[in-house]
């Protein structure tokens, strides 16, 4: 993976730091974006240490529901780094726990824009440069709730849907040109977006319950989930693309 370059929006928390140690200690430079400058200062420092092979690391301040500042975002790693390899589009909120009947309007509207609209101007300006190069992969994540469906989750997984479909059909559209577009499902995963589930302040869900959902009766870690990124952004899955990699512990399989 040497002399390649890959963007993770999110990047600077969670899964997205996870995949980002991962390829910058496998000599990937690392472009990870996000809208908390110290967090993302933080994250560089952690993944430059493990960085080998002359791997340079990023953080670039960047809300992905703005189009204009997506498109600029990709601009400007090309003009630094002359291309875009990989691009991980990792950054998602999940902001409400409730039947869809009970659920907030504006709630759901903010993870329309955030989870769909904020994911498909990434794909879209990723796909545009990769088209000049000829080659590139990327990885949407989707989600367990982007395949079957979740209790109390009912507007989240309808974002996670989406991307499931937007990922298949954009495999299709450019499996011919060199593109590989790929969707990882993560089961429940301890990292800060189900934060609120976890402390005990969410009356639908605290950690027994989700555990007891997944068949390996545990949650996820962020490694796990990494992994699955990395190999599906690497030449080892040379072959697979419009695929929705599940890691999650059996859940899928129920
Ligand atoms: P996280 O909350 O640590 O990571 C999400 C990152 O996206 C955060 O750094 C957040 O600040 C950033 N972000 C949110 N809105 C943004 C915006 N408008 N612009 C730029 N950055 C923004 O949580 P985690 O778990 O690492 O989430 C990563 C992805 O994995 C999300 O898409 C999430 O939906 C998905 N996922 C997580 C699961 C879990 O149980 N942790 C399960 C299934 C999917």
Redesign the pocket.
Known sequence: MMNQTALI??????????TALKLASRGVTVVI????EE?GAEAVKEIEAVATGGARIRFIH????SEADVKAMIEQIVAEFGRLDMAV??????NETASVDLSDSSKFQAMV???IL??YYCQKYEVQQMLKQGKGSIVN??????INGMPWAGT?AAT?HA?AGLTKSSALDHAAQGLRING???????????AAQLDGSDPNYNEDVISAMHPMNR??V?GE?ANGIAWLLSDEASFVTGHILTIDGGFTAK
């Open positions: 929006t999110g990047g600077a928390s969670g899964i997205g730091k996870e974006s996000g809208r908390r967090l960047n809300d992905v529901t589009n990792n950054a998602g909120i999940s824009e955030t989870n904020g994911l994540l989707a989600s367990i709730a982007g989240y996670k991307v990882v499902a993560p089961g429940a995963v301890k990292t800060d977006i189900i949650l996820g962020p989930i």
